[in-house]
C-alpha cells in the first residue's frame, strides 16, 4: 500500500532519522532536518524507525555533536542539506556496533538497500517520493 499524499507530506518541517543499509551491508542513519527526502518504504514504516532510532543513546542531542553519538554505537551518518540536498555524510563509524541494535535495524520492516557503499558516498541523493 502506497502512503497518501497527507502521510507523505507529514514530515516536512519536522526532523525524522531513517536508516538504510548499502551494497555491503553497512548500516546509516539519515537526517532529514525537516526537509530531506524519503524513501516510500520508510514512510510505510516511520514508527519502526523512529522506534529504534530511540533506542540510541544521544546525550548530545539538539547539537550538532549528535553525529558523534551515533557514529559511537558504529553508523555512519548522513544529514540532509537544505533546500535541496543531497543527504551528506556528516559522521563515519568510531566503534563496532552493538549486535542488538545491528539485529533492530536489520529488523525493520523493507530497510532501504541503496546501491553505493557509505564508505566511499561524501554524499548521497535519495528518489522524492510523490503520491499518485
Known amino acids: 500500500m502506497q502512503p497518501t499524499r497527507e ?3 507529514a514530515f516536512e518541517g519536522y526532523e525524522f532519522d531513517w536508516f538504510a543499509q548499502d551494497t ?3 548500516l546509516a542513519l539519515f537526517s532529514t532536518a525537516g ?9 510505510r514504516h ?6 529504534a532510532t530511540a533506542t540510541i543513546a544521544q546525550p548530545s542531542s ?8 551515533y557514529a559511537q554505537v558504529g553508523l555512519y551518518v548522513f544529514d540532509w542539506q537544505h533546500w535541496n540536498g ?13 549486535a542488538s541494535l545491528r539485529e533492530a535495524i536489520l529488523q525493520l520492516p523493507e530497510l532501504p538497500q541503496l546501491p553505493l557503499w ?3 558516498a ?8 510523490t503520491p499518485q
Do not use: C
Request: net charge negative.
Open 86 to 98: 543531497p543527504y551528506k555524510q556528516v559522521a563515519a563509524p568510531l566503534a563496532t556496533m552493538p
Open 122 to 129: 561524501s554524499a548521497v541523493k535519495v528518489e522524492r517520493y
Open 35 to 43: 526537509w530531506g527526502e524519503i524513501p516510500v518504504e520508510v514512510i
Open 7 to 9: 502521510e507523505a507530506n
Open 62 to 69: 539538539s547539537t550538532s555533536a549528535v553525529w558523534q553519538d
Open 46 to 51: 516511520a514508527e519502526a524507525h523512529r522506534a
Open 118 to 120: 557509505f564508505s566511499e
Open 24 to 26: 555491503t551491508g553497512t
